[in-house]
């Protein structure tokens, strides 16, 4: 609590010397005449009025636009000068204020994707004319509305409902279905959202185009390929015996080495192409994940001539809901990569498969070369290699995390990856909740 300025107590000091100067006026005054109460009452009635009149003009003066007050006497003097003071800075910050807020409306107005401020129930405070653009939102009626029942799509109007966090949903564009929106939904302030609205339409032009090359690329390829393997493989069985081959056997072995890997790699994109044409379409089961993941265990043990010990902490009686193919292809692929990249006679892999809170998880940790941070958020990309010659040797394709991610998007799963260069890796898939199923005990 501040203490008041010298002025100040000095303003009051002679107040109330004149206030008592008045009462002792108007007492002595009464005396002579025989009514001194009579007297001393009218002086306070009088004194009463004058602050009152005071009262008022200030009122009056706070409630208008103007800015030079009304003329007081003694302390109100001093109160008018300093509300005066308070209402040039107030007007100050105001203009301040109002500047800033022009400035930001003007610059968001001026970025090419839409802005869209709402508030705490989802209602549209403010957007940008992009946004308007993008989202077919009209000003000045749609402001007030809720953005869950302009925009229809369920995702967006559950997310909009539960306050979260979007971090990145396509959408088709209510203008255009065939149009494509990436939405995000940034929570700040006091329960506000900005949602930001891009137009990826090309960009998924660009990206559909791609898909059909390497499908129809890879199509192409795998018949004369199939053509090429068979004759290599005749080859080598006459490089095998003593015939006119039998000085051509190392490269002839490695040609159906490279004509199998090629094999793989196209085997490999044409199952990326389909998972990104098919989308959703395929059938959803209930899946019994603990009988999956033993089955492909103990396939890797019986394929694996090396001395790997595979430790597995699975959950009984936890099922999944999803399409059996593609969960099948991101755990055998997680497998396979621990296995491939854990040399040595003491690797060790330990696969978990558990139920927390907020999901169902699956990982699969080793004690390999590790990975440098630098590379984990690229892994995903499709032939992005961290050591371009060992995968190769190892018979990698540079797709497996690819199909991987693409398999876990249309489970709305996320991969996370841990790892620590020297010490090991840890790749972790983390399921919805609401795709776990529990058996009840028999």
Same mark, same amino acid.
């Not at 100040?8 to 000091?13: D, G, K, L, Y």
């Given at each position: 609590?501040?203490?008041?300025?010298?002025?100040?107590?000095?303003?009051?000091?002679?107040?109330?010397?004149?206030?008592?100067?008045?009462?002792a006026?108007?007492?002595?005054?009464g005396?002579?005449?025989?009514?001194?109460?009579?007297?001393?009452?009218?002086?306070?009635?009088?004194?009463?009025?004058?602050?009152?009149?005071?009262?008022?003009?200030?009122h009056?003066?706070?409630?208008s636009?103007?800015?030079?007050?009304s003329?007081?006497?003694?302390v109100?003097?001093?109160?008018?000068?300093e509300?005066?003071?308070?209402?040039?800075?107030n007007?100050k910050?105001?203009?301040r204020?109002?500047?800033?807020?022009?400035?930001?409306?003007?610059?968001?107005?001026?970025?090419?994707?839409?802005?869209?401020?709402?508030?705490?129930q989802?209602?549209?405070?403010?957007?940008?004319?992009?946004?308007?653009?993008?989202?077919?939102?009209?000003?000045?009626?749609?402001?007030g *509305?809720? &953005?869950?029942?302009?925009? @229809?799509?369920?995702?967006?109007? %559950? +997310?909009? /409902?539960?306050?979260?966090?979007?971090?990145?949903?396509?959408?088709?564009?209510?203008?255009?279905?065939?149009?494509?929106?990436l939405?995000?939904?940034i929570?700040?302030?006091?329960?506000?959202?900005?949602?930001?609205?891009?137009?990826?339409?090309?960009?998924?032009?660009?990206?559909?185009?791609?898909?059909?090359?390497?499908?129809?690329?890879?199509?192409?390829?795998?018949?004369?390929?199939?053509?090429?393997?068979?004759?290599?493989?005749?080859m080598?069985?006459?490089?095998?015996?003593d015939?006119?081959?039998?000085?051509?056997?190392?490269?002839?072995?490695?040609?159906?080495?490279?004509?199998?890997?090629?094999?793989?790699?196209?085997?490999s994109?044409?199952?990326?192409?389909r998972?990104?044409?098919?989308?959703?379409?395929?059938?959803?089961?209930?899946?019994d994940?603990?009988?999956?993941? *033993?089955? &492909?265990v103990d396939?890797? @043990?019986?394929?694996?001539?090396? %001395? +790997?010990? /595979?430790?597995?902490?699975?959950?009984?009686?936890?099922?999944?809901?999803?399409?059996?193919?593609?969960?099948?292809?991101?755990?055998?692929?997680?497998?396979?990569?621990?296995?491939?990249?854990?040399?040595?006679d003491?690797?060790?892999?330990?696969?978990?498969?558990?139920?927390?809170d907020?999901a169902?998880?699956?990982?699969v940790?080793?004690n390999?070369?590790?990975?440098?941070?630098?590379?984990?958020p690229?892994?995903?990309?499709?032939?992005?290699?961290?050591?371009?010659?060992?995968?190769a040797?190892?018979?990698?394709?540079?797709?497996?995390?690819?199909?991987?991610?693409?398999?876990?998007?249309?489970?709305?799963?996320?991969?996370?990856?841990?790892?620590?260069?020297?010490?090991?890796?840890?790749?972790?898939?983390?399921?919805?909740?609401?795709?776990?199923?529990?058996?009840?005990?028999?």
């Open positions: 609590m501040s203490m008041p300025s010298a002025g100040t107590a000095r303003t009051w000091r002679r107040e109330l010397v004149v206030v008592a100067l008045w009462l006026l108007c007492t002595l005054t005396l002579m005449v025989g009514y001194a109460l009579l007297a001393l009452l009218f002086g306070v009635s009088a004194y009463l009025a004058v602050h009152l009149t005071y009262a008022y003009q200030l009056r003066w706070l409630a636009d103007r800015i030079e007050p003329e007081g006497m003694g109100w003097q001093e109160i008018y000068t509300l005066y003071r308070l209402k040039q800075r007007r910050r105001k203009k204020l109002k500047s800033i807020v022009h400035e930001f409306q003007a610059s968001t107005a001026a970025l090419p994707d839409g802005a869209v401020v709402l508030d705490s989802g209602r549209i405070v403010w957007f940008n004319e992009a946004a308007g653009a993008l989202m077919a939102l009209r000003s000045p009626q749609d402001l *509305q809720r &953005l869950a029942n302009l925009l @229809r799509h369920p995702r967006v109007s %559950s +997310h909009l /409902i539960k306050a979260e966090h979007i971090g990145e949903l396509e959408v088709p564009s209510p203008v255009n279905e065939e149009d494509t929106l939405l995000r939904l929570p700040y302030g006091n329960n506000q959202r900005l949602l930001i609205a891009r137009d990826i339409s090309e960009q998924k032009r660009l990206e559909h185009t791609r898909r059909d090359f390497v499908a129809n690329a890879s199509h192409e390829l795998r018949t004369p390929l199939t053509v090429l393997r068979g004759y290599l493989e005749m080598e069985e006459e490089a095998g015996s015939g006119a081959l039998a000085g051509w056997q190392a490269p002839i072995r490695e040609m159906g080495e490279q004509s199998r890997r090629m094999n793989r790699i196209i085997e994109l044409l199952k990326l192409a998972l990104e044409s098919e989308g959703l379409q395929q059938r959803q089961e209930r899946i994940i603990p009988k999956m993941i *033993q089955s &492909l396939d890797i @043990r019986r394929a694996n001539s090396t %001395s +790997h010990e /595979i430790v597995m902490d699975i959950e009984p009686g936890l099922d999944l809901y999803g399409r059996p193919g593609e969960l099948e292809s991101v755990f055998s692929n997680l497998l396979s990569n621990a296995v491939r990249y854990t040399t040595g003491a690797g060790t892999i330990h696969v978990r498969w558990w139920r927390e907020e169902a998880c699956f990982s940790t080793d390999g070369p590790g990975i440098e941070a630098s590379h984990l690229r892994l995903t990309e499709r032939f992005y290699r961290v050591d371009p010659g060992r995968q040797s190892s018979g990698g394709t540079g797709l497996g995390l690819a199909i991987v991610k693409h398999c876990l998007e249309h489970h709305e799963a996320e991969l996370h990856i841990d790892s620590e260069p020297g010490v090991g890796s840890t790749f972790t898939c983390r399921f919805p909740v609401q795709r776990a199923l529990e058996r009840q005990a028999a």
